[in-house]
C-alpha cells in the first residue's frame, strides 16, 4: 500500500486547512480509513477514522466538531477538513490504512492499522 498525504502547511489560529491522502497499491473501497497526528515531543494520537464506504466515522474528542472525514472511492482518496485550527493542532498528521473494511459492527477506527504514509505537516500559528 502507498499512501501520499499533501494539503497541509501554514495557517493562523481560527483558520482552515485541508488535507489530501491519495492512495495506491491496494483496494481503496475495500478498507477503512484513519488519520493520526505526531506534534514535537509528543506521540503519535488518533484524530478521525472512517469505514470503507465512509458510512461511520469517529472521531478524537479533542476535535470537538472541528475536523471532518471522508473519502472519495472512485478517486482512491481520503480527506481531513480541518477548521479553526489552534496552534495545539500542529503536528504531522499521517493518512493510514486499516487492515479491515469496517463493516462490522465491532468497528470503532483507528485500532487495527496495516500502512502509514510519511506525513503532511501542519503549522498553526500567528
Known amino acids: 500500500a502507498d499512501l501520499v498525504e499533501s494539503g497541509g502547511g501554514l495557517a493562523q489560529p481560527g483558520g482552515s486547512l485541508n488535507l489530501s491522502c491519495a492512495a495506491s497499491?491496494?483496494?481503496?473501497?475495500?478498507?477503512?480509513m484513519s488519520w493520526f497526528r505526531q506534534a514535537p515531543g509528543k506521540e503519535r494520537e488518533f484524530v478521525a477514522a472512517?469505514?470503507?464506504?465512509?458510512?461511520?466515522?469517529r472521531y478524537t474528542d479533542f476535535i470537538k466538531g472541528r475536523f471532518t472525514i471522508s473519502r472519495d472511492n472512485t478517486k482512491n482518496m481520503c480527506y481531513l477538513e480541518m477548521n479553526n485550527l489552534q496552534p495545539e493542532d500542529t503536528a504531522l498528521y499521517f493518512c493510514?490504512?486499516?487492515?479491515?473494511?469496517?463493516?462490522?459492527?465491532?468497528?470503532?477506527?483507528?485500532?487495527?492499522?496495516?500502512?502509514w504514509g510519511q506525513g503532511t505537516q501542519v503549522v498553526v500559528c500567528s
Open positions: 472512517l469505514t470503507w464506504n465512509g458510512g461511520k466515522t
Open positions: 497499491g491496494f483496494t481503496f473501497s475495500g478498507y477503512a
Open positions: 493510514v490504512k486499516e487492515r479491515s473494511a469496517g463493516s462490522t459492527g465491532y468497528w470503532v477506527g483507528g485500532r487495527d492499522l496495516d500502512s
